[in-house]
Structure formats: C-alpha cells, structure tokens
C-alpha cells in the first residue's frame, strides 16, 4: 500500500476513453450521463448563488482570484475540448463540454464585472491609501487572468493533460475548501450562504463518490488505480462540511438589509 501510494501511477487519458464511455454503445451510458449532468448541473448552481449573494448583498461567496481562476480555466478547457471534437471528428461530448464551459465563462465574467464595479474597495481597498479606481480594479483583475492562464497551460503540459479532465477536479476541491476560509476571513454571513454551502456538500459527494463521472469515464480515476484522488475526495468533504460549521459560528445575517432586500438563506 506504502508503495502504491507514493511511487505508483495510473495509465493516463486517452480521447478513446472519452469516445468510449460517452458513446451510446457503452452499457453505463445512461448512468454516466446522468451523473455528468448532475455535476455539471450543481458547477452552474454553485455560480447561480453567486450571482444571487452579489446582486442582492453586494458581496460574492468566492474570492476574486478564484473567478479570476476558473475563468482561465474554463476558457482553456473550452479550447482544449472545442480542439478534441474536431480531432474525433465532431464527437459530441467534445462539443457539448466546449460550449458549457463558453456558458461558465459568461458566469465568470458577470461575477468579475460585479467585482470591479460593486466589491472592489471591499477587494482591494486595504492596498490603497485612497478608494480603489475602476482602472485599477480592471488591472488587478486582467493580471490574474494573465498569470492564470500562464499556470493552468503549464500545468496542463506537467501533467500531460491535453483534455482538461485532470484540472476539472481540482476546481471541484477548490470551491469545496476555499469558501469556508474567505467566509470565516470577513466574520460575517454577508455575501455566504448555506443553501450554497450546501450544494457545495452535494457537488464534493458527487464528484468523490466511487461511481462519479471521472471514473464512469476512465479507469485512470479508479480507487485501485488512484487511491490519491480519493484520499482528497474524502478531505475535500470534510471541508465542504466545514463550511456549514463556519457559517453557524458567524452573526446571523438580517432577513432584510438596510435598503429593504432579502437576503440570501
């Protein structure tokens, strides 16, 4: 076991795996669609209450460099997919994983606008001795799309990763970890949520549970043959449950703010 974990390594992907196990001949065809909807479907909720916390409480559950993250990486692996479905010839998972991620990339670009011209004295405000310009909001923003992209290409490269498959789960860890240490960081329910704290619980489920969609999809994500991806699953819940905890230990928020609107649950 000793061994296993720390110098042995799975195969890796290939666009066979994904022809194969997206192809209507595959007998798990129906349940492997099914639990890639679901998960794709609970990434686009966990932005839908983003989009509700800013709008309605001025204030995003997710740091700024997180969008700033997932939109360089999303774009990329808009590419990266939009690329393999020409390669197989129009394969229709390709496509269809091209254009949801161009979806995700329109979340992110509405969170960051929400970031530059509602929460940047609240972002970035403590590096400035006067209140924070619009421009160097713009320029914060576009640097860490710069060195994002920059990161996430190399890593691509180091982990041989040609399809994007790799990186989607460490956006899944990422958004189950993070938000409980940004909620606990401001000490206040204000841009939180625990419906959203709780389909982060449900996505981390999701994506760790034996049959989820990375090991429907190929067996480079089985327990056997890469115990390390669920090692992280399991902390990674344990951390999406921390977030419920963090919230519980903050000041409640007001049903209504001071301008009379609701707040989110």
Not at 5 to 12: C, T
Not at 43 to 70: D, I, N, Q
Not at 91 to 106: D, K
Not at 123 to 151: C, E
Request: hydrophobic letters at 55%; aromatic letters at 20%; zero cysteines.
């Amino acid at each position: 076991m000793f061994e296993k974990l720390f110098s042995a390594y799975p195969g890796d992907l290939t666009m066979q795996d994904f022809t194969t196990a997206f192809s209507r001949e595959n007998p798990q065809f129906a349940l492997l669609l099914g639990i890639a909807a679901l998960t794709f479907f609970i990434g686009y909720m966990e932005y839908v209450y983003s989009f509700m916390l800013v709008r309605r409480e001025k204030s995003a559950p997710y740091p700024v460099w997180m969008h700033t993250f997932y939109f360089a990486h999303d774009s990329m692996g808009a590419i990266a997919f939009a690329l393999a479905a020409k390669a197989s010839g129009g394969f229709w998972f390709f496509t269809v994983a091209s254009i949801a991620l161009v979806v995700w990339n329109l979340f992110e670009v509405y969170n960051l606008y929400k970031s530059i011209y509602v929460e940047r004295q609240e972002i970035w405000g403590h590096l400035y001795d006067a209140p924070v310009t619009i421009k160097q909001a713009w320029v914060k923003v576009i640097s860490q799309i710069i060195i994002f992209i920059g990161v996430v290409n190399l890593f691509r490269v180091f982990m041989h990763d040609p399809y994007m498959f790799k990186w989607f789960i460490f956006t899944n860890i990422l958004i189950a970890i993070i938000p409980g240490f940004y909620w606990a960081k401001r000490k206040t329910q204000i841009g939180a949520s625990y419906k959203l704290a709780i389909v982060i619980l449900i996505g981390t489920i999701n994506s760790f549970i034996p049959m989820n969609m990375w090991a429907l999809t190929s067996d480079y994500f089985s327990v056997a043959n890469n115990p390390w991806f669920y090692i992280i699953g399991v902390v990674s819940i344990g951390f999406a449950i921390r977030n419920i905890w963090i919230l519980r230990k903050l000041p409640q928020k007001p049903k209504l703010l001071d301008d009379g609107t609701k707040t989110v649950w």
